[in-house]
């Protein structure tokens, strides 16, 4: 395979036909060679070394390269951040994909006939290979789950990259070679449970690494964000803190919790008041740069605060994401404890966001409702319940949802210009929370978390129901109506989804359960995306001045 570098329109890096495309000026993009220049290596994303600064750029090209020449194929054995990256080796005539072990790092591949594609973003890869054909089984899974199964994505011949993996490119497609990673903190061996002040500890300096100048910090109010909060403050010579947070309403409970830690900690705490007006646009804005349908309705809240963050010349944010991750398996079945759930429906129970009664009155009879009636089976093949059920969720939803839910806060923030980093997700802190997991009594309603916060003095430690800092479905059916009621009348191709009843739900005004409405979000974030269609790469490309 012979590189060629190249100018390229989008953000990351793409590899197509050969030509390998660089998004000039993109801060977190690097590129190295060695070997007299037959290896060539490209890095999207941060690498975090443990024992300084985290690394990103052309500092974290070079760090990979260096590697790469010394341990070949092993070369991101241990390797933690967030990145994807992409080396060539003329040496050996062999090419390598891989992201780190979370999936915080995209990487996405696109195969069409005998033309493959490899890149950062979904949109520009598939569109490279002409890959355009919507794919049905991810419209259910994304119905029901609110996200596509990892095994596939919404255009067929696309899919993202395994997390952890080093894959070989051939010329029949990316194949699996080694394992570089497991999950960040998973291998740890159970032990007591932590005692008070070591994940504060841990927090900190993750926190700090973590940090490319001033320290800046979404404040929800709740458990996981008011803990990094404490933990700066209890840095050995903290600097000033920044804490922001956002909300539609100006009655939103979260206002008062996250004031309240600001208050705590001494942060210059700063409300994001937003309008509901504007979420349509901002929807837009994201679903082009995801080059997919937003997951969340959360997410366009990630897109105001990295604006925040850069007009306040934030360069990095840090985020309370996957604090939870390693309680989540004992969270997902404590609450169905009490349900008359069979064993063998449990893994679709811990799953799916919008329930076969909710979503059945909407299928008409086809493709789409035996789609639908397959996610179940797939679910319970993903997430076999075995001797340990709460780690069979925890890996599903490391593997499933994790990965898409960190790609949607690094683009909203990279939006602006702003990097998001989770310093739950380094190593050291998220072994701590597999520790707690162990012991099912640490891991149900949070309590590991809770105890930690409480010993700090921390007034959110009794938080219970965050709101999420995000629209309401109720609110976004208002906000939405007349889009929706545009879409729906028209020929939108939803694979035989009953638009009548779904434009009849939109122009009520009853009340509904959320589950309903989530489903109105779906569908509007689904034609969104299949409305805003993927660009081709560029065909004209001209020299990099590398």
């Known amino acids: ?75 991101l054995d241990g390797v933690t951040g967030g990145f994807g990256v992409l080396v060539d080796d003329a040496r050996t005539g062999r090419s390598y994909a891989a992201r780190d072990a979370a999936g915080e790092g995209a990487l996405f591949a696109a195969r069409t006939a005998d033309r493959t594609a490899v890149g950062t973003g979904p949109a520009e890869t598939a569109a490279a290979v002409g890959a355009d054909r919507p794919r049905l089984a991810a419209f259910a899974q994304f119905l029901t789950l609110n996200y596509p199964l990892a095994d596939g994505w919404y255009l067929d011949g696309v899919h993202p990259l395994a997390p952890g993996v080093l894959h070989l490119l051939t010329p029949d497609g990316p194949r699996p070679l080694r394992t570089t990673a497991s999950y960040p903190g998973r291998d740890a061996r159970p032990a007591t449970v932590p005692p008070a002040g070591e994940l504060t500890r841990a927090l900190a300096e993750a926190g700090a690494r973590l940090l490319d100048g001033p320290a800046a910090l979404h404040l929800s109010g709740g458990v996981d964000t008011s803990l990094i909060a404490h933990a700066l403050h209890r840095l050995p010579h903290p600097g000033p803190l920044r804490t922001y947070s956002a909300f539609y309403r100006q009655d939103d409970a979260d206002r008062a919790w996250a004031a309240s830690v600001a208050a705590e900690t001494g942060s210059d705490h700063r409300e994001l008041p937003i309008a509901t007006e504007d979420f349509l646009d901002v929807v837009d804005r994201l679903t082009d740069a995801l080059g997919a349908p937003v997951m969340a309705i959360g997410v366009p809240t990630f897109w105001h605060l990295g604006r925040a963050a850069a007009q306040d010349g934030a360069p990095v944010v840090l985020s309370g994401v996957a604090a939870d991750h390693p309680l989540v398996g004992w969270n997902r079945l404590d609450r169905l404890a009490a349900a008359p759930v069979d064993p063998g429906d449990l893994p679709v129970a811990c799953a799916v966001h919008v329930a076969p009664d909710i979503l059945t009155p909407y299928l008409a009879d086809g493709e789409l409702r035996a789609a639908v009636a397959e996610v179940p089976a797939q679910l ?155 660009v081709a790469a560029s065909t004209a490309p001209s020299p990099m001045p590398w």
């Open 1 to 75: 395979m012979t590189f060629v570098l190249t100018e390229h329109t989008g953000t990351g890096f793409l590899l197509a036909d050969g030509v390998l495309r660089l998004a000039g000026g993109e801060a977190g993009l690097g590129l190295a060679t060695g070997a007299q220049g037959r290896v060539t290596l490209a890095v999207r994303g941060h690498l975090d070394t443990g024992q300084g600064p985290a690394v990103a750029g052309e500092q974290a090209a070079r760090r990979l390269m260096d590697s790469y020449l010394r341990n070949g194929e092993t070369f």
């Open 380 to 534: 319970r093949e993903l997430m076999p319940y075995g001797e340990s059920p709460a780690r069979s969720v925890e890996r599903f939803h490391a593997e499933h949802f994790l990965p898409e839910h960190l790609r949607s806060a690094a683009v909203a923030h990279g939006l602006h210009g702003v990097g998001v980093r989770h310093p739950f997700l380094a190593p050291e802190v998220s072994a701590l929370g597999f520790r707690a997991a162990s012991v099912r009594e640490e891991a149900v309603g949070k309590r590991y978390l809770r105890r930690e916060l409480d010993s700090l003095g921390c007034w959110a430690a009794s938080r219970h129901g965050k709101q999420q800092q995000a629209l309401s479905f109720e609110s976004f059916r208002a906000v939405a109506r007349e889009r929706l009621l545009d879409r729906l009348a028209g020929d939108c191709d939803l694979f035989g989804l009953d638009t009548r009843a779904l434009a009849r739900l939109a122009a009520s005004d009853r009340p509904a359960p959320a589950q309903e409405l989530r489903l109105l979000w779906l569908v509007h974030s689904y034609l969104t995306w299949r409305e805003r269609r993927p």
